[in-house]
């Protein structure tokens, strides 16, 4: 019998065909180019009486493969700028300005120099794999992309993304609603927010025109008006492009916008698992352990529920804490008119420039009032144990929780 490791990547099982010569045309390994050559990256370099060489790792083959190959045989400039960059990146850090002499007149690379460009090369891979399966799986406008330029960190390997919340067994997120409103023209008649006793959340550029603490009801599947209502905006998803970026100040993850975002507009949408509080102190106890949490009371209405967006989540499992954040958190029902169980989007307080990071305060309350230490209302899951807070602004209060 032949094994095969479980949840194998595509490329782990090119390399394990390949060198057992074995065809397989489910992963694109047939006659004509079983013994074709690709170059994935290079591993190293060393001049041999004046000829320069490098290690080259080959696509679909597995390391034991590599081969040392002349710089006139290689045809891929891009990688050879991402080898050279690498290289002089990890020299500048380490203060090393020369290549490593040996016998025979032969330059070569210290070995913790190409040991490092191995793993910024086979971390660059992962990250843009990740980059596609991020985009492969999200349902809304917006692009997401991925960067670290500060550590070798590539991606969670415990992470999925969902577009929606994810309930546990017995939790129902829809409540089944068979009605929706009549209008024409949404903002001018009574429509399914003033049904709710509530005002409307937008105006008619779609931007958000109601007080922090207020809910927002939008029109749902079974309303009469189409896809531009202006009532229909968290329900389409975020229209920003999106960076995922690895911060150089030891926050891990953060989230900055590649496009510029006007004030009270939305933003993203949290999500995750949804469970019971119960359940959520006792995963507490356990991420506390770790020095993190992704746990987000919905308590609305009551503390009954919690979302945990700790292994599945969108986009916003990555946005960090600030105290002076530029994101606020609203309650939003559509097809669930459940007080217990609202939808979280995160709509903009003010311009948020290109570039520049997304965050929303951990403890904000859902009222006008940022400046409470309390954890009530609308908030992440209270911690037991106090975490420092490095936000950096101005207004810091010290600690997360």
Not at 58 to 68: A, D, H, M, V
Not at 195 to 205: H, Q
Not at 263 to 283: D, H, K, L, P, Q
Request: glycine share 6%; hydrophobic share 30%; charged share 25%.
């Amino acid at each position: 019998a032949w094994y095969v490791p479980c949840l194998a990547s595509l490329e782990t099982l090119q390399e394990l065909c390949r060198k057992e010569n074995l065809r397989c045309k489910s992963i694109g390994i047939t006659n004509r180019n079983l013994k074709s050559y690709e170059v994935e990256y290079l591993c190293d370099y060393k001049v041999d009486e004046g000829t320069e060489y490098y290690l080259v790792k080959w696509k679909g083959w597995p390391e034991s493969s590599n081969t040392w190959e002349p710089l006139k045989n290689l045809k891929c400039p891009l990688l050879l700028q991402n080898f050279l960059s690498d290289k002089n990146e990890y020299l500048s850090r380490v203060k090393e300005g020369k290549a490593l002499k040996v016998k025979n007149h032969v330059k070569a690379l210290k070995p913790a120099v190409a040991d490092y460009i191995v793993k910024k090369a086979k971390q660059r891979i992962a990250l843009q794999r990740w980059k596609e399966e991020l985009n492969r799986k999200k349902n809304h406008k917006g692009m997401i992309l991925v960067e670290n330029t500060v550590d070798l960190e590539g991606p969670p390997l415990d992470f999925y993304y969902i577009n929606e919340y994810k309930p546990a067994p017995g939790i129902n997120v829809i409540n089944g609603i068979t009605t929706g409103c009549e209008c024409s023209d949404c903002p001018a008649e009574k429509c399914c927010p003033k049904e709710a006793g509530f005002l409307l959340a937008y105006n008619k550029r779609k931007k958000l025109k109601i007080q922090p603490g207020l809910p927002i009801y939008e029109c749902n599947s079974y309303c009469r008006c189409g896809p531009d209502c202006p009532n229909r905006i968290v329900q389409k998803g975020t229209p920003y492009s999106l960076c995922i970026f690895r911060t150089n100040n030891g926050r891990g993850w953060g989230v900055k916008t590649l496009q510029k975002i006007k004030t009270n507009s939305f933003v993203m949408e949290y999500v995750g698992e949804v469970i019971t509080s119960e359940e959520a102190e006792r995963r507490g106890q356990l991420y506390d352990n770790q020095g993190n949490t992704y746990l987000f009371d919905l308590d609305y209405d009551s503390d009954e529920f919690t979302v945990d967006a700790a292994r599945y989540g969108n986009v916003s499992h990555f946005v960090n804490h600030s105290c002076d954040p530029n994101l606020q958190v609203f309650n939003v029902f559509i097809d669930n008119l459940d007080l217990r169980l609202p939808r979280i989007a995160l709509f903009s307080t003010r311009t948020i420039k290109a570039g520049e990071e997304l965050t929303f305060d951990y403890q904000m309350k859902g009222s006008i009032d940022l400046t409470s230490d309390s954890t009530d209302g609308l908030s992440p899951s209270r911690k037991r144990i106090r975490t420092v807070c490095k936000c950096g602004a101005v207004c810091c209060r010290g600690y997360l929780n």
